[in-house]
Protein backbone atom coordinates (compact mmCIF):
# COMPACT_ATOMS: atom_id res chain seq x y z
CA UNK A 1 0.00 0.00 0.00
CA UNK A 2 3.01 2.07 0.41
CA UNK A 3 4.15 2.41 -3.13
CA UNK A 4 0.26 3.00 -4.42
CA UNK A 5 0.50 5.87 -1.80
CA UNK A 6 3.89 7.30 -3.26
CA UNK A 7 3.15 6.87 -6.80
CA UNK A 8 -0.39 8.55 -6.60
CA UNK A 9 1.93 11.55 -4.87
CA UNK A 10 4.54 11.35 -7.56
CA UNK A 11 2.00 11.41 -10.57
CA UNK A 12 0.54 14.36 -9.00
CA UNK A 13 2.99 15.96 -8.57
CA UNK A 14 4.07 15.44 -12.43
CA UNK A 15 0.42 16.67 -13.61
CA UNK A 16 1.00 19.62 -10.94
CA UNK A 17 4.84 20.69 -12.29
CA UNK A 18 3.23 20.28 -15.74
CA UNK A 19 0.36 22.76 -15.01
CA UNK A 20 2.80 25.13 -13.28
CA UNK A 21 1.18 25.85 -9.95
CA UNK A 22 3.41 27.32 -7.48
CA UNK A 23 2.17 26.12 -3.95
CA UNK A 24 1.49 22.66 -2.89
CA UNK A 25 0.16 21.23 -0.10
CA UNK A 26 0.35 16.85 0.34
CA UNK A 27 -1.79 15.29 2.39
CA UNK A 28 -2.45 11.88 3.19
CA UNK A 29 -4.13 9.85 6.03
CA UNK A 30 -0.85 7.08 5.60
CA UNK A 31 1.95 8.28 9.00
CA UNK A 32 3.87 5.53 7.19
CA UNK A 33 3.97 7.40 3.64
CA UNK A 34 4.65 10.54 5.51
CA UNK A 35 7.71 9.49 7.11
CA UNK A 36 9.25 7.64 4.13
CA UNK A 37 8.98 11.04 2.48
CA UNK A 38 10.49 12.52 5.31
CA UNK A 39 12.92 10.53 5.69
CA UNK A 40 14.14 10.68 1.89
CA UNK A 41 14.64 14.59 2.97
CA UNK A 42 17.50 13.45 5.18
CA UNK A 43 18.87 11.29 2.14
CA UNK A 44 18.19 7.87 4.02
CA UNK A 45 15.41 6.76 1.28
CA UNK A 46 17.19 3.83 -0.64
CA UNK A 47 13.61 3.82 -2.36
CA UNK A 48 13.40 5.41 -6.45
CA UNK A 49 9.69 6.63 -5.74
CA UNK A 50 10.97 8.30 -2.63
CA UNK A 51 14.03 9.82 -4.60
CA UNK A 52 11.50 11.06 -7.79
CA UNK A 53 9.30 12.52 -5.59
CA UNK A 54 12.18 14.99 -4.09
CA UNK A 55 13.53 15.54 -7.29
CA UNK A 56 10.08 16.52 -8.58
CA UNK A 57 9.52 18.57 -5.43
CA UNK A 58 12.87 20.36 -6.57
CA UNK A 59 12.20 21.16 -10.43
CA UNK A 60 8.89 23.01 -9.01
CA UNK A 61 11.17 25.09 -6.89
CA UNK A 62 13.06 26.14 -9.80
Known amino acids: MLKSELWGI ?3 LNLILDRRFENILIQTDSIE ?3 AIMEGTLGNSNSTIV ?12
Not at 51 to 62: E, P, S
Open 10 to 12: LDW
Open 51 to 62: KRIHQTLKRMKQ
Open 33 to 35: TIN
